[in-house]
């Protein structure tokens, strides 16, 4: 089930969801909690700079800014302006300082300095090359540092095959994506500390892989169910 749009398709798409973009958290029954558990995964400190790819209007924001405070900083990439417009309002409203947005393809991004944790949240299965923006953000990652992803994906199971209709009448409708990523095989390239955790009967996960070394590689790998 694979619906990779070209940017240009996707960037248009969500500039028209923007406006309602929490409204989907409620259709998709997003868990409650899953964005700050996301958040808690990548351990992050106070002073720490972090990287959202694809930090959409924001909504990860006060998670990140209260893992980092004022002294650390929040680096957030989007290919949609619109969404990034929400965002910086609501930089503007809470007068977060510490945050610095820009409009980028994640398959080519730069950020300037390294970074303590990377974040990709409910955006690795719509993008058109997925495993090319997880390249690029490891690049910037430091060493015994994370990087998580958070997204959807079908149940295993009855549940999957039932609600796969649904989820591809979804998918075409928001571009959702390929629900069928499996980002965990991506980051066996550069790290075996890979760590699951699948939430709400397996239609969400969180996903960690740990960069143990300047090489990317990592130690014995790990699982854990939710």
Same mark, same amino acid.
């Given at each position: 089930m694979s619906y990779h749009y070209d940017l240009d398709f996707i960037r248009a798409r969500y500039n028209r969801l923007a406006a309602i973009y929490p409204l989907f958290e409620v259709i998709l029954i997003l868990p409650s909690?899953?964005?700050?558990r996301a958040v808690q995964r990548l351990e992050l400190k106070q002073g720490d700079r972090v990287l959202e790819v694809g930090c959409g209007t924001g909504r990860n924001l006060p998670h990140l800014q209260k893992a980092v405070g004022p002294a650390g900083h929040i680096y957030g990439i989007d290919y949609c302006e619109g969404m990034l417009t929400k965002a910086r309002q609501l930089c503007e409203r809470q007068q977060w300082r510490n945050v610095s947005l820009s409009h980028q393809d994640a398959a080519q991004m730069s950020v300037p300095e390294?970074?303590?944790g990377v974040l990709f949240?409910?955006?690795? *299965?719509?993008?058109?090359?997925?495993?090319?923006?997880?390249?690029?953000?490891?690049e910037y990652l430091r060493p015994n540092k994370h990087t998580v992803i958070m997204d959807g994906k079908l149940a295993p199971g009855l549940l999957g095959r039932l609600s796969r209709p649904f989820v591809m009448l979804a998918s075409k409708a928001t571009v959702l994506g390929d629900l069928d990523e499996q980002p965990w095989e991506?980051?066996?390239?550069? *790290?075996?500390?890979?760590?699951?955790?699948e939430v709400n009967w397996g239609t969400y996960y969180i996903c960690r892989?740990?960069? *143990?070394d300047s090489s990317g590689r990592g130690g014995a790998p790990g699982r854990v169910n939710g």
């Open positions: 909690g899953i964005r700050a390294p970074v303590d949240s409910l955006c690795y *299965t719509v993008m058109p090359e997925p495993r090319q923006a997880l390249k690029r953000a490891w991506d980051l066996k390239e550069w *790290t075996s500390r890979i760590e699951v955790e892989g740990t960069k *143990t």
